[in-house]
C-alpha cells in the first residue's frame, strides 16, 4: 500500500492520556491547532459527545479528540505523552 503524501489530511482520535499537561485546560488555551496544526472536530467525554463550544471545554483524562490534519502531523503526535493515537 503507498503512503500518503506529506499535506495529505486525515482523522483520528486521540485519547487524553492519565497525567496529561492537557488536563484542566481547553483546546484554546494550549494553542493547540499552532502546536499540532490538527482541528479539534469534536470532544466525546464517557461515551457522550460534547456539543458545548469546543474551546470552553476542559479537558479531562479519558476524553476522546476527533482530530483532522496533515498525516505528517499525526506521525509527529505518536510520540506525545499527553495524547494516545487510535
Not at 485519547?15 to 488536563?23: E, H, L, Q, T, Y
Request: aromatic share 2%; charged share 30%; proline share 5%.
Amino acid at each position: 500500500e503507498e503512503s500518503p503524501r506529506p499535506g495529505t489530511l486525515a482523522l483520528t482520535e486521540a485519547v487524553i492520556a492519565p497525567g496529561s499537561r492537557m488536563v484542566g485546560r481547553t483546546v484554546e488555551m494550549l494553542g493547540f491547532r499552532r502546536l499540532t496544526r490538527a482541528v479539534t472536530l469534536g470532544i466525546q467525554r464517557r461515551s457522550r459527545m460534547i456539543r458545548t463550544k469546543l474551546g470552553e471545554i476542559r479537558l479531562e483524562s479519558g476524553d476522546t479528540l476527533l482530530l483532522c490534519g496533515p498525516v505528517d502531523a499525526f506521525r509527529e503526535l505518536r510520540s506525545s505523552r499527553d495524547l494516545i493515537l487510535l
